[in-house]
Nanobody, 124 residues
Framework: QVQLVESGGGLVQAGGSLRLSCAASGRTFSSYTMGWFRQAPGKEREFVAAISRRGVSTSYAESVKSRFSSSRDNAKNTVYLQMNSLKPEDTAVYYC?????????????????WSQGTQVTVSS
């Protein structure tokens, strides 16, 4: 099982950018589909993005599709979420997660391991 450590969250003004990083401790990182989710207080955990094993394929939630992008560097065992044009409604705790598979999973229950989460707060 891969342990995921997430960083890069913080406070940013609307229209600004942040890049989240998710570093995996396992040596089989390249075997995992990686997903990004977020959860605001009182709301369900929401799919944000997913990226395939080698980063060739990605999938995004409609709400972030034109603003966020995910990439990965398997040599560094790290996946990234670049968030641009941030909006107050993007405020949430963001999580990365992994699944040993090929599909760009979109449901939380389809992922096996989760990061500790990092707070992203976008002020208006």
């Amino acid at each position: 099982q891969v342990q995921l450590v997430e960083s890069g969250g913080g406070l940013v003004q609307a229209g600004g950018s942040l890049r989240l990083s998710c570093a995996a401790s396992g040596r089989t990182f390249s075997s995992y589909t990686m997903g990004w989710f977020r959860q605001a207080p009182g709301k369900e955990r929401e799919f944000v993005a997913a990226i395939s094993r080698r980063g060739v394929s990605t999938s995004y939630a409609e709400s972030v599709k034109s603003r966020f992008s995910s990439s990965r560097d398997n040599a560094k065992n790290t996946v990234y979420l670049q968030m641009n044009s941030l909006k107050p409604e993007d405020t949430a705790v963001y999580y990365c997660a992994d699944r040993d598979g090929y599909v760009l999973y979109t449901l939380p229950r389809e992922y096996d391991c989760w990061s500790q989460g990092t707070q992203v707060t976008v002020s208006s």
